[in-house]
């Protein structure tokens, strides 16, 4: 793993929140998860796109094993493509893959569902792990609204209109982009499992 400055000068702060937090720093909690968002420019890590995955998938792994409540990672990668696993049943997807690779963009595989996802500077992934209980409110909106509304607030501050909804023709299109007057900024997804540990309890990532 090497340290190289990326495009972006946002940087997603994850941790618990603290007792007092400046009004004008935008911030949303979830499961004891805090979103705290502020304009800087960090050296970011840029991790083997495998190797990223893979830490995603520990994390999950951990809660559905009851190892961890919640957890998160940071991360960005060199330039790559990112595709559904499902993708591997779809007709001359080998020898797509293969050409890509030739053309310095290899295509790695991720257990979300969703279309194509380019990666590489500019792109910053926040991955978010947390614990359902069986009696809560399993809204899958709510948890949207988390991850989107921090970025909103943020860019709103800026003086800019931002909001979320599908962006035509945009990469990975969904309900829950976040968009800057009209352009995609950010997507989102979720992966839920049953937990393990505690029955009828679930394990999400985000």
Not at 186 to 198: D, E, I, L, M, Y
Request: hydrophobic share 30%; with cysteine; proline share 7%.
């Amino acid at each position: 793993m090497s340290g190289v400055k990326p495009d972006p000068h946002l940087t997603t702060r994850l941790a618990r929140c603290p007792t007092s937090i400046r009004p004008s720093q935008p911030t949303q909690t979830y499961h004891g998860i805090c979103f705290r968002l502020t304009e800087s420019n960090p050296l970011m890590p840029y991790l083997d796109p495998e190797d990223a995955l893979q830490r995603e998938a520990t994390l999950l792994e951990e809660v559905v094993n009851g190892r961890r409540e919640k957890g998160c990672l940071v991360w960005a990668t060199n330039p790559c493509l990112v595709a559904p696993r499902s993708y591997l049943k779809t007709r001359n997807f080998a020898e797509a893959r293969r050409q890509m690779k030739r053309t310095g963009w290899p295509v790695y595989l991720r257990p979300t569902g969703g279309d194509v996802t380019p990666q590489g500077a500019g792109t910053l992934n926040v991955s978010t792990v947390f614990r359902m209980g069986k009696d809560e409110n399993r809204d899958l909106e709510e948890i949207y609204g988390w991850l989107c509304d921090p970025l909103i607030s943020w860019v709103e501050s800026s003086g800019k209109t931002a909001s979320y909804g599908s962006i035509n023709q945009s990469f990975c299109d969904g309900r829950f982009n976040v968009a800057v007057e009209g352009r995609k900024l950010a997507g989102t997804a979720q992966r839920w499992r049953s937990c393990s540990s505690r029955k009828g309890d679930w394990a999400i990532l985000a």
